[in-house]
């Protein structure tokens, strides 16, 4: 996959490149610029293959992901815009083919076709060169959002209140606060002390038990290494309850096939969660007590739709619930609510997963994101009759190291008695 994605962006240098010579901007016909162009662009994947396949310090990882997420999105953009003017200019070249043909001599078509396509207006600025110099414009244009939302959004937690109303909660629990944390991605963090400041905003709200809901990890459990002491921190009087994401289980680096070396990793990453004091269900639930009244927290490996892993026995994790008044499940995957879990008597569903693509607008009464187009339930509270599922759109980040209006997430709960 690396290779093939290596070929086709050096395919859109060569046509990026070449379309940026038929303009007259008197930098790029300088006798360095293809040597700075492709230079920067052996460079670009010359790193992205090291930080790839090799285990290489967090900040320079970042560095690189950073220049290539960003060079990616404006050469992308900058393609639209040269493929829009080939496409008009070969209208053009359509239409005269055409139109030499009434009337005509087999030499005069072949003397029309040869003529220069015509662009208009004939004085000053070309079509074909207002729009290659717009296109390096409109191409430059997201480094700004991108740049901002590294520097400003990348650690900058923020604490979202939601009541949960159960009909059969018993009385002991109404008013309980539960904290949710999700896609913490501990490869992907460069700041520390930031990190740090999101556990303590966590730890101030003094919740009673604390949830999370998958994906510690990018790929390979020793990325907590540096970071295991900072989320032990997390404690909770009624515990610390979590379970697995998709990339908790190495298939996006040791592939998907089962090897001793991925299983190895795998218990690695779950006796990780069990030195930091938390309770990882894997297919399980436990009973919570409080002054002799009941309710049951289920957990479930990854279960998702589509490509992503389907780990997680939602019946195993069930078992012994049946007399439970309320049911609260954490499930990675938001898909698995309306897969599986809709088809149970499970009251909530808490999950994570899409990120909100770390990119969009959410407000109190608005939210929008691409992740729409992929996720029915992509953030925020969902509720089908009586069951409900709050999805967090996360705590940490991947791929683009920053988050532009979809900002890193702690969940506060409330449990109401209705």
């Known amino acids: 996959m690396l290779i093939f994605n290596a070929v086709l962006l050096f395919v859109f240098?060569?046509?990026?490149?070449?379309?940026?010579r038929a303009t007259k901007i008197k930098i790029i016909h300088k006798k360095w610029f293809p040597f700075a162009w492709w230079g920067y662009s052996l460079l670009l994947f010359a790193g992205l293959f090291v930080a790839a396949k090799f285990n290489i310090p967090l900040s320079y990882r970042s560095i690189i992901l950073v220049a290539f997420f960003m060079t990616a999105i404006s050469k992308f953009i900058y393609i639209?815009?040269?493929?829009?003017?080939?496409l008009r200019r070969g209208g053009v070249w359509v239409?005269?083919?055409?139109?030499?043909?009434?009337?005509?001599s087999p030499a005069e078509r072949i003397d029309n076709l040869e003529k220069p396509l015509p662009e208009n207006p004939t004085y000053g600025i070309s079509r074909s060169e207002f729009l290659l110099k717009s296109g390096i414009v409109i191409a430059s244009l997201p480094i700004i959002p991108l740049s901002w939302g590294i520097i400003s959004g990348a650690y900058d937690y923020r604490i979202r209140r939601q009541k949960l109303v159960l009909p059969n909660l018993p009385q002991a629990f109404h008013g309980m606060r539960i904290a949710q944390l999700s896609d913490v991605h501990s490869g992907s963090f460069y700041n520390h002390k930031a990190v740090s400041g999101g556990i303590d905003m966590l730890l101030h709200e003094k919740p009673d038990m604390i949830f999370f809901t998958g994906d510690l990890v990018n790929n390979v459990a020793s990325e907590m290494r540096d970071y295991q002491d900072i989320f032990s921190r997390l404690k909770a009087d009624l515990g610390v309850f979590s379970t697995l994401g998709n990339h908790d289980y190495g298939d996006y680096y040791y592939g998907k096939e089962d090897s001793p070396v991925k299983r190895r990793n795998l218990q690695n990453l779950i006796q990780t969660h069990r030195v930091m004091g938390?309770?990882?269900l894997m297919d399980e639930n436990r009973t919570i007590r409080v002054d002799n009244e009941e309710i049951a927290v289920l957990g479930v490996q990854n279960w998702g739709t589509g490509r992503f892993p389907k780990k997680g026995d939602l019946q195993k994790a069930l078992s012994g619930t049946d007399e439970k008044p309320v049911k609260l499940l954490l499930s990675h995957d938001p898909s698995h609510w309306r897969a599986q879990v809709l088809d149970t008597d499970i009251d909530v569903m808490f999950a994570g997963h899409t990120h909100g693509m770390q990119f969009g607008v959410r407000g109190e009464h608005f939210q929008w994101s691409p992740a729409k187009f992929v996720y029915k339930e992509w953030a925020g509270l969902y509720k089908e009759k009586n069951q409900q599922l709050y999805v967090n759109t996360g705590f940490g980040f991947l791929g683009y190291p920053g988050r532009v209006g979809i900002l890193p997430e702690i969940t506060i709960f409330e449990l109401v008695r209705g």
Do not use: E, N, P, Q
């Not at 639209?80 to 080939?86: F, K, P, S």
């Open 95 to 104: 239409t005269r083919l055409f139109s030499s043909r009434k009337g005509k």
């Open 13 to 20: 240098d060569f046509y990026i490149f070449f379309a940026l």
């Open 278 to 280: 938390w309770d990882i």
């Open 80 to 86: 639209l815009v040269v493929m829009m003017d080939d």
